[in-house]
DNA sequence: TACAAATAGAACATCGTGTTCGGAAACATA
DNA sequence: TATGTTTCCGAACACGATGTTCTATTTGTA
């Protein structure tokens, strides 16, 4: 049985499919982009279409999926200084450096709002063990609180460096917000 | 003439048409809202609703409208204790505590893109100003980084305040959100 | 060649959008 | 009350996007 080659097909097709909506999520912004959009430009059948993805939105999770595979394999790619979340968003601000295109499309203005919410969503979770490893608090602050703020604050810086076309390197963008963002926690939960 | 009285039946019309997006968009969320939905709640013909607005975000952008009327209201009825931006985001945390059924459907989740990047943009703007007369910077993070960051890290915190049914006053809100920022914010731009 | 998997694309039903238009209702004036 | 004007209602319509189904075709395998 040839599975491998037929395999290779389906997986050409869906990636098709993934590139031609990253390529039009640039040009119109996700909201704009309609199904028939994505299949013309990719030269993809309609019912072709249905029959890897349920709806737009799967189709652009998918591109997410990628990204976070992408993006974990770099962590593990990288020798773990264990500084904070700061380490974590340092590795976040290189990967999407050598990745601006794809991260563009999916955490720019243009990717909307569903691509954000699953990255905060992504992001909160991962900074939730950075945060329970830290020392004791002094309550004045909530730690549900702390976490949507810390992974807010660091998606504005990204998601402005990725809309202005990445004016600084990445440990620029890092120190920026390890130094707006660091005292303030420091202040919050007391250093241990 | 009896335009007083006919503009009153205008402005009835209007307000049934905001008060029903309203509604449905804490019931089900600003995207999931069609004008089907809208004008059936309000007991509005059709040609009315396209009589009055040109579409969906139209008619969501004049709810925005009442509410920054509203804050601008607000702010005129305060003192002026000029303490930097925390006094801006204190009265907003109140506003909010008073109006926290329009705030919610407009900030909160359910409100969608559309606002928050309205109201994004409109905060960036005033805040622009209470950081035009702050001292010198020492250039470490750009002014337009800075803003971005205060802006981002208020919407977060009053997103999840709204949309955690305010589980705290607003002038704790304001304290966290102070102390989050304050001292990154000092370090930063240095205290004059 | 024979066979199976994957694709193309036409046809279709469905739904939401935005426009047009004739008649009904509300209101003002006299 | 009678009349004219403004506003509203809702049906009918054209349009575009969605998602499904079906048949024919292509591609790769044995």
Redesign the pocket.
Same mark, same amino acid.
């Given at each position: 049985?040839?599975k491998? &080659? %037929? =395999?290779r097909? %389906?997986q050409?097709?869906r990636q098709l499919l993934q590139e031609a909506l990253l390529a039009l999520i640039l040009e119109k912004g996700y909201d704009a982009v309609? %199904?028939?959009d994505v299949i013309d430009r990719a030269? &993809?059948?309609?019912?072709?279409f249905?029959?890897?993805f349920? =709806?737009?939105e799967d189709l652009f999770l998918s591109d997410f999926e990628t990204l976070r595979a992408q993006f974990e394999q770099h962590l593990l790619s990288q020798p773990a200084t264990d500084e904070g979340p700061w380490s974590l968003s340092l590795m976040m601000f290189q990967h999407a450096q050598s990745q601006h295109r794809l991260y563009k499309a999916l955490a720019g203005k243009q990717g909307g709002n569903v691509m954000l919410a699953h990255i905060h969503k992504y992001l909160a979770a991962l900074l939730r063990e950075h945060l329970k490893s830290s020392g004791k608090r002094k309550g004045l602050v909530p730690p549900d609180v702390l976490a949507h703020y810390l992974v807010s604050s660091f998606m504005a810086l990204l998601t402005w460096w990725l809309d202005n076309d990445l004016p600084y390197p990445a440990e620029r963008m890092n120190d920026m917000y390890r130094q707006l963002t660091e005292p303030g926690v420091m202040a919050v939960i007391g250093d241990s």
């Open positions: 049985m040839g491998k &080659v %037929i =395999d097909r %389906i050409r097709t309609t %199904i028939q030269n &993809v059948g309609r019912s072709t249905y029959a890897h349920q =709806d737009k």
